[in-house]
């Protein structure tokens, strides 16, 4: 995978060569390539913000450096892409799809986008080249956004229900999150499979994971759950799953709601979490937890 960053901060993305993320990148798993922004200015202060037209507080990115930085971008990457051959692995997959005549996504992080959840990190995952735009102060001139649709797949993403000064942290969360998903970088591939919200369909799809337990088995007068050291690895998983949908019902309610009753396509009710329908044990389980759970419960 490529993952171009145009940003006026590129400092910020040092973290990218640390941990496992760093690791793939020093393997060529992982290309990443950050932008300064204020190369594609051309006045002497390097200006990339103006005030809003209608008036208001803050200042907007100015739409003609993110244009001709996009292009740039792009048109680097396509003739990349067309001269490879001896490539690391990262960048032979990005020149296959853009020889099929697959554009990259363009990522805007933006508190107004789609909410990025696990689902999208596992498909930004399957994605061969990503291009993240960082705005900062009130945003980036919407035109920039339209003229990219007309020939780049664009998605403006918000990772929270906040204001951050800028999409910088947001990129470095929607990079972590996709990277951890791709083949190698994480050293537990089961450990994905299994990861809270369960995207893939795994168990805790459209849960929280419950909690985890490491040596001593007595700490501070601490117990492991004495199933954990059973080796009945059925009793294990239905307990996991039990946690989960506690610790699930505890902390996200609104997860809950969203997990399918009997009937399927409930009018309202989000596709971004995936189903995992509640059997008679789960919906016990609830119950004696102090969360009962009915069909009605899911329809609001
Ligand atoms: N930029 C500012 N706030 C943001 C948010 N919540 N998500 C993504 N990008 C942002």
Redesign the pocket.
């Known amino acids: 995978m490529r993952i171009d960053i145009v940003t006026i901060f590129p400092e910020y993305f040092g973290p990218l060569g640390v941990s496992l993320i760093g690791k793939a990148a020093e393997r060529g798993e992982i290309t990443f390539a950050v932008h300064d922004l204020r190369h594609w200015t051309h006045d002497v202060h390097h200006t990339v913000d103006d005030a809003p037209f209608g008036g208001g507080p803050g200042m907007v990115m100015k739409p003609e450096p993110w244009g001709e930085a996009l292009d740039a971008v792009v048109e680097q990457g396509v003739r990349r892409a067309a001269g490879q051959g001896q490539s690391p692995a990262a960048g032979q997959v990005q020149a296959e799809a853009v020889g099929r005549g697959q554009p990259p996504l363009l990522v805007i ?3 107004s ?1 789609v909410p990025f959840t696990q689902r999208r990190a596992v498909a930004y995952a399957a994605e061969p080249w990503l291009i993240f735009a960082c ?1 900062r102060y009130e945003g980036i001139d919407a035109r920039v956004a339209d003229d990219a649709r007309s020939r780049l797949r664009v998605d403006e ?4 229900d ?3 000064a ?2 910088e942290p ?1 990129v470095l969360v929607m990079t972590e999150a996709v990277c951890r998903l791709l083949p190698g970088v994480l050293g537990n591939v089961a450990s994905v499979a299994d990861d809270s919200f369960g995207a893939g369909g795994g168990p805790m799809a459209g849960l929280v994971e419950g909690p985890s337990f490491t040596r001593p088995r007595l700490w501070r007068n601490l117990e492991v759950p004495p199933v954990l050291l059973s080796g009945d690895h059925g009793a294990i998983a239905r307990w996991r799953r039990d946690e989960a949908l506690k610790r699930t019902a505890r902390n996200r309610p609104d997860l809950i709601r969203k997990l399918a009753p009997a009937q399927p396509d409930v009018a309202g009710v989000s596709r971004d979490t995936p189903r995992s329908p509640l059997n008679d044990h789960d919906r016990s389980v609830l119950s004696e937890a102090g969360f009962p759970v009915t069909g009605e419960d899911v329809a609001h």
Do not use: E
């Open positions: 992080p933006t508190p986008g705005g993403v918000s990772i929270g906040y204001v951050l800028g999409g947001a």
